[in-house]
Nanobody, 122 residues
Framework: QVQLVESGGGSVQAGGSLRLRCDAS????????MGWYRQAPGKERELVAT?????ATNYADAVKGRFTLSRDKNTVYLQMNSLKPEDTGVYYC??????????????????WGEGTLVTVSS
């Protein structure tokens, strides 16, 4: 029972910037990993960036140096600078949470946002 609210998508020209935001809410013990994935037209969904509960970040090579991921409690931000047409796609927030099940066990589970469209024109 986790809800993800995404915002910040839009249309920009090459070289522009956007900031995506994802807010997680619901019943869970804690968030283990938060991040963003994207899917370009005709391609498979791919990793953009993630951050763990310990603050470790992981970026796709294609966005290193241009995108910055940060987390504040249950919210994650993706600052996207120097955008390229190749960045165009639907961006999905992803969160892995730790939940209490059966009153005694811990269970990890992934949740996905509905996606927000990012379009970068040349």
């Amino acid at each position: 029972q986790v809800q993800l609210v995404e915002s910040g998508g839009g249309s920009v020209q090459a070289g522009g910037s956007l900031r995506l935001r994802c807010d997680a809410s619901g019943s869970f013990l804690r968030i283990e990993v938060m991040g963003w994935y994207r899917q370009a037209p005709g391609k498979e969904r791919e990793l953009v960036a993630t951050v763990t509960k310990n603050g470790a970040t992981n970026y796709a090579d294609a966005v290193k140096g241009r995108f910055t991921l940060s987390r504040d409690k249950n919210t994650v931000y993706l600052q996207m600078n120097s955008l390229k047409p190749e960045d165009t796609g639907v961006y999905y927030c992803n969160v892995a949470v730790l939940r209490i099940v059966e009153d005694t066990r811990l269970e990890g589970k992934d949740y996905w946002g509905e996606g927000t469209l990012v379009t970068v024109s040349s």
